[in-house]
């Protein structure tokens, strides 16, 4: 039984468990959870200052404040959505130190940024930011789901992310890539609902044009 549940993978671990481990010293379990969160934490720390390297120092420093910081945890949210406002305010001050960092307000678009088509997405519920079904592109219908999934489809998308304004690729990332829900996001960005709702659909919409060119290629 104990063989079974050390095998289990990080993320199946309830957040208390996880916790006593790290608190407990366990070599073991803090790895896995650098491996498992490491590459997508690099990604979000390089959109705040813009530079790999940097990006990585930021990251291992988080790392040291996770782990001087657990004794505070206090469960008021997942313990990824805590590690993930950790490494934001070590990247918002990393940025900021070196004139890097540019706050997230609707108004730091670009002056060109066309309006969002809301009439693609689902606009509340639970299905918010999901395409609406007259409006996903009825020439994707007869392309076959390995396509849809293969590497070349998920570089056009990760491509569009990283063309996209700082603003837009740290909402779209957070919430579709690594998963958070617009409340996480909104906490962790200290973003307003209505900003994060308009950055996110924007990113999408970007995201959906440059997908309905290509498949208007093939």
Known sequence: MDREKDAAPI???PDRELISRLRAGD??????LVEHYNASMVRIAAIYVNEFAIAE???QDTWIAILKGLDRF???SSFKTWIFTILSNRAKTRATRESRY????????PDDEQPVSHVHFISSGPNEGVWTDDSIPRMWESI???QLLGQETRGIIFQTIESLSANQQQVIRMRDVEGFSAEEVCNMLQLSESNQRVLLHRARERVRQALDSYFAQE
Do not use: G
Request: without cysteine; negative net charge; aromatic residues 4%.
């Open 57 to 59: 120092e930021v990251v």
């Open 11 to 13: 993320t199946a671990l």
């Open 102 to 109: 540019v706050p997230l307000e609707l108004n730091d678009e």
């Open 27 to 32: 070599e073991t379990t803090f790895t896995q």
């Open 144 to 146: 076959p789901e390995s």
């Open 74 to 76: 206090e469960e008021r």
